[in-house]
């Protein structure tokens, strides 16, 4: 394709994006590395589907976060307060470099190994609550409580607000766009419970991440109250959200590969590169988070205006064939090393070593405690959330024991 600032307008309908995003996205790569789309909240965007652009375009620091660097009017996404929305997904350096280097630390493959011990004695106990014979949720009973207490334990919420928490990000990820109002009431419980959150840590400090950061607020004053409530809210909801469906996608693909999840139980020493396949395969991040050119840039030989949004497809890079070989097929073999499922750059997912643990726990026990384990309805009927940004199964149906006689 030329360098031209106007591409011929793509058509992209949503419905189905939501229902078949490898196959829409596919076809859009293999027509052209950039496109000229309208977003799902109605106004235009720039899509990249190629893997090498959207590698390089993850770490160019001319595509920023911050959405002061967007054109006036060019970007329409849910308001939130600054008690939740100074946060690292909206930062560029040097904040973005500041915030990050204070929480760091408390996520370091080093700190995380020392985590894998709690994380597989978690999983047996969610597993051991689980009937043997009968047809069970893997999510809400396995893939969502798993990562949730593991992040809040390590953040420090009490276990009584657990379940609230769940229930308002849940709202807020994937809002129903007929109930506008639950997002919007998402908002103030989660502003709410924050705000007593870090009151507690105040007066009553614990050994936990968030106690340390509220340390590193009241006495250094390295972080602005806004940014102590964002940051808290980020590690939260990005802890449990990406690591769901990670889990439950995970899960799901195995179960629809049988070969493949012989092979893994035949030799689990495949797990790693298992847990990389499978979040390159299907992960849970389908569009990263959307960026804006601080001047005219070229991605894919198309010029791109500054200001206007960037939308980086992970999903379509993740199965170029440029990159991977037969990138529609699942190979727990494969070197699948450089996917993108985790970001690129400086914007790396922080918790990245904690998800790649807490996968594998998470499949190895499962699978060791129910050999016979088997999809309750056939993979097409597998129900999905509404949501073009985030991949992940609202229920995951399963006969514990194989499938009943």
Not at 48 to 62: G, I, K
Not at 127 to 143: C, F, H, K, R, T
Not at 161 to 182: K, M, S
Not at 305 to 314: H, I, M, R
Request: proline fraction near 9%.
């Amino acid at each position: 394709m030329s360098k031209s600032t106007s591409p011929t307008h793509t058509a992209v309908d949503p419905g189905e994006l939501f229902r078949d995003p490898y196959g829409v996205y596919g076809r859009l790569r293999e027509e052209g590395p950039v496109h000229r789309i309208t977003g799902t909240d109605g106004l235009p965007a720039w899509l990249v589907t190629r893997y090498e652009d959207v590698r390089q375009a993850l770490a160019d620091p001319r595509l920023c976060l911050d959405k002061r660097n967007a054109t006036p009017g060019g970007y329409r996404g849910m308001a939130l307060p600054p008690a939740l929305d100074a946060n690292l997904l909206n930062m560029d350096p040097p904040d973005h470099t500041r915030i990050r280097r204070m929480v760091s630390q408390a996520f370091t493959p080093r700190q995380m190994e020392r985590l894998r011990e709690p994380i597989r004695l978690t999983a047996e106990r969610l597993l051991d609550s689980l009937p043997e014979g009968e047809q069970v949720d893997l999510i809400s009973s396995y893939a969502a409580p798993l990562p949730i207490i593991v992040i809040c334990d390590l953040l420090g919420v009490p276990e009584a607000h657990r379940p609230d928490f769940r229930a308002w990000t849940d709202a807020l990820v994937a809002p129903d766009p007929a109930r506008p109002e639950r997002a919007r009431a998402a908002v103030g419980h989660l502003l709410a419970f924050f705000t007593r959150l870090i009151a507690d840590k105040r007066s009553d400090p614990a050994d936990d991440l968030l106690s340390a950061l509220v340390a590193v607020r009241d006495q250094e004053d390295r972080l602005s109250e806004d940014e102590l409530m964002s940051l808290a809210f980020l590690v939260l909801a990005a802890g449990y959200e990406n690591t769901v469906h990670l889990i439950g996608n995970a899960i799901a693909a195995l179960l629809t590969h049988p070969g493949q999840l012989a092979a893994l139980r035949a030799d689990p020493h495949l797990m790693d590169r298992a847990v990389e396949e499978l979040a390159r395969y299907d992960g849970p991040v389908p569009l990263a988070v959307r960026r804006f050119p601080t001047e005219d840039i070229v991605i894919g030989e198309v010029t791109v205006p500054a200001g206007e949004t960037v939308l980086l497809s992970l999903a379509a890079a993740h199965r170029d064939p440029r990159r991977f070989t037969e990138p529609d097929r699942l190979d727990i073999g494969r070197d699948a090393t450089g996917h993108l499922a985790l970001g690129h750059g400086i914007h790396y997912c922080l918790g990245a070593p904690l998800a790649r643990i807490e996968t594998g726990i998470a499949l190895t026990a499962l699978f060791a405690r129910f050999p016979d384990l088997t999809l309750a309805r056939p993979p097409r009927e597998l129900s999905r959330r509404p949501s073009m940004r985030s991949r992940g199964l609202t229920a995951l149906p399963v006969h514990t024991a194989g499938p009943p006689s």
